[in-house]
């Protein structure tokens, strides 16, 4: 039991809150009685419900929590530098100075909106879920009692919800007309095959099944630390796709002019042990492709040629949206649709991507016309019978 102690000290009167912490002993002191018994109130009821922490625990500030948090997560390198780029940049500046005890939604509110002005909608979201991240680990540690991220009260910006309106035939075509003859079948596959950018990279001729008609997605080029490594598909899940014949010409035109190049690189992590795939596309010297340079010195050239807004809506991911689209029109399923982009939740791409499919009404049309369409040829082919008058006889 926690218990109230009066103390007085030349004639000033304090008291002072006693109680266990385990096998340490607790104390705080007050100015006031009421104030004293209040607390030791709140602290048998936190031990009584569970939800006790130590006031002094909370004393340590965000941003030196944050690092000790950052340290011992099992992310990949470049999961890794991401977070810790955007805590440093984007939370520290607001909130590394505050201690975790003194972090309310108020505080967060706040955050949110000054990052507001600075970032994308979706941008302040993950960071915010950086944050909350570090902060349930907080929870978890006894440092604080709850997550103040997790306060009904606090409002994030709306997503931009706008659609996504996939390129026409020819708008893709005038893309591929824009890039260099080296990196043109880029473009093809990407949008043939619905490849990721890193994964197009990655792509290597012992990947394409001409025989069978088929492509197995088997690693990304990534940049970790600055420098290029091999890595596993996103959601680390390999995965196959059929290979149209269509993609597969350009492929086979692509290896006549440009054959495939052996390019060393590490494995999921740089100074970890390197693989040597015959990749389909690679620099002049013989290197993985970078997405740094493709992106600013090939892929956006070719958009501007091609007449298009050389934005990010406009990046190399408009290829797998392309792809998805035409898949939907042919009437591919979207369990299909999700196992060949890659995806791990169907319900993810039926999301992004319901606008695209077919109405019911246009399925409907399209059914009925296939069934009386055929009947009415059928019976447009078949010879027409000898007319009888109403009323006449047949025969002799």
């Not at 596959?189 to 990655?202: C, N, P, T, V």
């Not at 490594?229 to 290979?243: C, G, S, Y």
Request: charged share 25%; aromatic share 6%; hydrophobic share 40%.
């Amino acid at each position: 039991m926690a218990s109230v102690e009066k103390r007085d000290r030349n004639g000033k009167i304090t008291w002072t809150v006693r109680w266990r912490d385990g096998a340490a002993q607790k104390r705080k002191t007050f100015e006031y009685e009421r104030d004293a018994k209040a607390f030791r109130s709140k602290v048998e009821t936190d031990k009584s419900t569970g939800s006790y922490v130590d006031p002094q625990a909370g004393k340590i500030k965000f941003a030196e929590y944050a690092q000790r948090w950052l340290d011992v997560q099992t992310f990949e390198d470049s999961t890794r530098e991401a977070t810790e780029l955007r805590l440093r940049v984007h939370a520290n500046p607001h909130l590394g100075h505050v201690q975790l005890q003194s972090l309310r939604p108020s505080t967060l509110q706040a955050w949110v909106r000054a990052l507001q002005s600075e970032l994308a909608p979706r941008t302040v979201r993950v960071v915010y879920s950086n944050v909350s991240a570090v902060l349930n680990a907080a929870v978890d540690d006894g440092l604080i009692a709850k997550n103040p991220c997790r306060a009904g009260s606090i409002r994030l910006p709306k997503l931009d919800t706008k659609r996504i309106e996939p390129w026409l035939p020819e708008e893709l075509s005038a893309v591929v007309e824009g890039l260099p003859e080296r990196f043109a079948v880029m473009a093809i596959i990407g949008a043939g095959l619905g490849l990721r950018q890193g994964e197009i990279f990655g792509l290597a001729v012992e990947d394409v099944d001409f025989l069978r008609g088929i492509v197995r997605v088997r690693r990304q080029v990534k940049i970790s630390r600055n420098q290029l490594i091999f890595a596993l598909p996103k959601n680390r899940k390999e995965r196959e796709v059929p290979l149209p014949d269509s993609v597969a010409q350009a492929l086979a035109a692509h290896l006549a002019q440009y054959p495939a190049i052996e390019v060393e690189l590490p494995w999921e992590a740089v100074g970890g042990r390197s693989c040597s795939p015959r990749l389909i596309l690679s620099t002049r010297e013989a290197g993985a492709l970078n997405r740094n340079y493709i992106n600013a010195k090939v892929w956006k050239p070719a958009l501007q040629a091609a007449g298009l807004d050389a934005s990010r809506q406009n990046g190399m991911h408009m290829l797998r949206h392309l792809y998805a689209s035409m898949l939907l029109d042919a009437g591919e399923s979207i369990r299909s649709l999700a196992e060949y982009l890659g995806h791990e939740d169907p319900g993810f791409t039926l999301r992004v991507y319901t606008h695209l499919m077919p109405s019911s009404g246009q399925r409907t049309k399209k059914a009925v016309d296939q069934v009386l369409g055929r009947l009415g040829q059928a019976a447009a082919a078949e010879p027409s019978a000898p007319t009888v008058p109403r009323g006449a006889s047949v025969g002799a």
